[in-house]
């Protein structure tokens, strides 16, 4: 099952740091983002393939807003958490 990354905070999207199609490991940095003057990585929870990005630098999110999806790499089971980073 896919994970879908969501904003756990009100922030603004610095930095994109992956595109669709790229291939992550738990604890790549996917998003940097801005909130109250502290800059905030977004980290992979799971090994996979990034296959959509719903934010563009510059945009403002909102708690529980959907951030990125990440199919989980068929060659290792999903760990099952569905929670993000950020």
């Known amino acids: 099952m ?3 990354i969501r904003a756990e905070m009100v922030a603004n999207v610095l930095e994109v740091s992956v595109a669709v199609g790229d ?6 940095i996917l998003l940097l983002l801005e909130s109250m003057k502290m800059e905030i990585p977004v980290l992979a929870e799971i090994d996979g393939e990034v296959v959509d990005i ?3 630098p510059g945009d403002v999110i ?3 807003d959907p951030l990125l999806v990440i199919k ?4 290792k089971p999903s760990s099952g958490k569905t929670g993000a980073h950020g």
């Open 23 to 28: 291939q992550v490991s738990a604890g790549h």
């Open 72 to 75: 989980p790499s068929s060659n």
């Open 54 to 56: 719903g934010v563009l």
């Open 62 to 64: 909102q708690e529980g």
């Open 2 to 4: 896919n994970q879908t």
